[in-house]
């Protein structure tokens, strides 16, 4: 076992580090076990394992951490989650902080005449944001026929512009024939008039 005189800093050191040396080479050579005691300040390197730590690990535990705390998946990071892990991030993350912002900014910045006229901030979410194309049609198709959008708000959720049609600011099921009392009260003109004109 050699000691170079550059790990140590002055001859005292490195007669020190050879006293030492001889010493453990003494209790191995004497002892039928090959044990050697040292003292519980000194530093010993096992050479036969890898000089790893487990930085790595705590990372990922951390980052674990942090992601079960707000709620969030490896799934929902990279965009493969499920419609139900996101609706249960937006529900249990997201709604929460964005309702506690909305409050605050009402306290802070309306005043009580501003309240009391009916003034206030809310936040929105877009619920067909991340509905895919192929599903879009079919609850187009739904929303307007059960009478809860019509077709101008469907336009306007994907992105086109309002159609000019007067029906298409109606609440109706448009895959429905409209009766002639229907049309009548659409054009404002009884049907005792509108049967004499077909006439």
């Known amino acids: 076992m050699q000691i170079s005189k550059g790990y140590v800093k002055s001859q005292a050191r490195l007669d020190q580090a050879k006293a030492r040396v001889e010493d453990l080479e003494k209790q191995l050579n004497n002892n039928r076990y090959g044990i050697a005691y040292i003292d519980a300040t000194e530093k010993v390197t096992q050479l036969n394992r890898p000089l790893d730590n487990n930085l790595m690990a705590q990372i990922e535990y951390l980052t674990n951490q942090l992601f079960s705390q707000l709620g969030l998946t490896q799934e929902i990071m990279d965009g493969t989650a499920s419609e139900t892990a996101m609706l249960n991030y937006y529900n249990r993350t997201i709604e929460p902080i964005c309702s506690a912002i909305a409050d605050e900014m009402k306290r802070k910045f309306l005043s009580k005449n501003a309240r009391t006229r009916g003034q206030s901030i809310i936040c929105y979410r877009d619920p ?15 929303f307007t026929r059960n009478e809860i959008l019509t077709s101008n708000e469907i336009r306007q959720i994907i ?41």
Do not use: H, W, Y
């Not at 067909?128 to 739904?142: G, H, M, N, W």
């Not at 009392?181 to 006439?199: Q, V, Y």
């Open 128 to 142: 067909f944001r991340l509905t895919p194309v192929s599903q879009l049609a079919e609850l187009a198709d739904k």
């Open 159 to 199: 992105g086109i512009a309002p159609s000019n049609d007067p029906s298409a600011d109606e609440l109706r099921n448009k895959n429905l024939s409209q009766s002639s009392e229907e049309i009548a009260a659409n054009e404002d003109m009884p049907i005792e008039d509108e049967a004499m004109e077909t006439m």
